[in-house]
């Protein structure tokens, strides 16, 4: 005797993105991240393919292309029409490029903000990786993203910090006061519950110099 199994169709949340991400890679951008607001709003944030600059692009100072106002009105239009032939039920549609605390989703986005200052948070807590240098049950942390390369000569992913307090809008630092040592946290991309660039920002236009020294966690230097 046979019997015919009916396939399970896909949840409206999964629905929801391949008809997101299918049409917006048709138009030859890619999806960052889909968002479910109060009130009915579906934010969709876009960006511009990216692929590594070259030694000439980087040595000129060429920035990075970035999405403009007709690229996201170019893919609001698109999406209506693709939203409604799927009947997904929303209020306002809004499409928007990323902002400065965009997430980090892939391989590629590791490498194209390396150098930058991020937020992590470990699926698990850090745990005897401590070794008593900070607290066990911590998983979140900002700093530095470095690529960085093991012992066997693997290239891997390091975070490097410093728990030195911010100093208060006005409060004056003594320069004799000694700096807290950096810290550095190796990690797996797949270790990561999230990712994103932290949200800051400098009125100066500098980017923060690292300094040398960084200790991880296990009390070795860490590779310049």
């Keep these: 005797m046979h019997r015919f199994l009916s396939k399970k ?3 409206k949340h999964v629905a929801l993105q391949q008809t997101v991400e299918q049409t917006v890679a048709g138009l030859g951008y890619d999806l960052v ?3 479910r607001s109060a009130g009915g709003l579906l934010r969709v944030t876009i ?4 692929t590594a600059p070259t030694s000439e692009a980087v040595a000129a100072g060429v920035p990075e292309p970035f999405v403009t106002v007709e690229d996201c009105e170019k893919v609001t239009r698109q999406l209506q029409f693709a939203l409604e032939v799927d009947n997904v039920d929303y209020k306002r549609l809004e499409v928007s490029s990323p902002g400065i605390d965009r997430p980090l989703r892939n391989a590629q986005d590791f490498e194209r903000f390396a150098g930058e200052m991020v ?18 049950n911590r998983k979140k942390f900002r700093g530095t993203l470095e690529r960085v390369a093991g012992p066997d000569g693997a290239l891997g992913w390091q975070i490097v910090w410093s728990d030195e307090p911010q100093p208060k809008p006005g409060q004056k630092v003594s320069k004799k006061r000694a700096p807290a040592p950096l810290r550095a946290l190796g ?3 797949d270790e990561l519950r999230e990712a994103r660039l932290a949200p800051i920002v400098d009125f100066k236009g500098r980017r923060p110099k ?15």
């Design 210 to 224: 690292a300094r040398e020294g960084a200790q991880d966690i296990g009390g070795t230097k860490v590779p310049d």
């Design 187 to 189: 990690f797996a991309l």
């Design 47 to 50: 960006d511009l393919p990216w």
């Design 9 to 11: 169709a896909p949840s």
């Design 33 to 35: 991240e889909i968002e």
């Design 119 to 136: 937020d992590i948070t470990l699926k698990a807590p850090i745990g005897e990786v401590a070794a008593g240098q900070v607290a066990a």
